[in-house]
């Protein structure tokens, strides 16, 4: 089947059950059932970031703005169906590596169509962090000053800005599933930068409904995208991005 019939499958599952789903994941943080389409059999464990993205990086840390604390994400699993996980998701992105393989990106740049895809692909990503930082509490950060009221938060609760509060982070959640079961990304293709890179390094970065960019050393091709913010021109974007990454890794000293 091809990907866009799988995708099809994908966007409706989300439709017909997004609300069941948010509802359950609100109630019981650590439920076991599908983050996206709440099935409760045949679970599988889904990887925030997909291995093959920090192949040859292992021992990185995936860094993301928490309450000014380093969150690792390289070995953390959320349960996904067997279908969501393998059949959809897992194609999705033997798809686009498939793309970002046959595709010199330094001389031509991606169709709209895999753009819109790979817009997707990191919406899911997206959606993925909101669920796990809802299943995280505080208190299991290292480094982090242990305060006894808040050790059980979530960590979701300390992200973002400037509303932390449940109703917004659970608004939020609620939105960026239903992302998933917008077919199309068009409006959001200025929004996506795509940056062609020498780097070996695998870089990432990521502020919780705010914006992330990943860098795949191994294609030469990075990518930073808002998620919510809007441009009349791709350009501006870029420049934007620029200036997010560039007081990132000097904030770093790297
Ligand atoms: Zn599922």
Redesign the pocket.
């Known amino acids: 089947m091809s990907i866009n019939l799988k995708l099809v499958q994908f966007r409706k599952?989300i439709r017909v059950n997004q609300k069941k789903v948010i509802d359950t994941i609100i109630g019981d943080h650590s439920t076991q059932s599908?983050i996206?389409?709440?099935?409760t059999s045949f679970l599988t464990k889904e990887h925030v970031i997909p291995q093959w993205v920090y192949n040859r990086c292992t021992k990185r840390t995936f860094v993301t703005t928490t309450n000014g604390v380093s969150q690792t994400y390289n070995k953390t699993t959320l349960p996904?169906?067997k279908?969501?996980n393998s059949n959809i998701l897992g194609a999705l992105e033997r798809h686009l590596k498939h793309e970002f393989e046959k595709t010199d990106a330094s001389i031509q740049g991606f169709s709209n169509e895999t753009l819109e895809l790979i817009i997707l692909w990191l919406q899911t990503l997206e959606y993925k962090f909101q669920v796990l930082d809802l299943r995280r509490n505080l208190n299991k950060v290292k480094g982090a000053d242990y305060i006894p009221f808040i050790g059980k938060m979530p960590i979701s609760m300390f992200q973002g800005s400037p509303d932390t509060s449940p109703a917004k982070v659970f608004s939020n959640l609620r939105a960026s599933l239903k992302a998933l079961s917008i077919k199309s990304k068009s409006k959001k293709l200025n929004s996506l930068c795509v940056i062609y890179t020498k780097n070996q390094d695998f870089h990432f970065f990521h502020a919780s409904n705010e914006f992330i960019f990943i860098e795949l050393a191994e294609y030469g091709v990075a990518f930073f995208f808002f998620y919510n913010r809007i441009f009349d021109d791709n350009a501006d974007a870029i420049i934007a991005a620029r200036e997010i990454v560039e007081d990132h890794y000097s904030d770093k000293g790297t």
């Open positions: 599952k599908c996206f389409c709440g099935e996904a169906c279908d969501c």
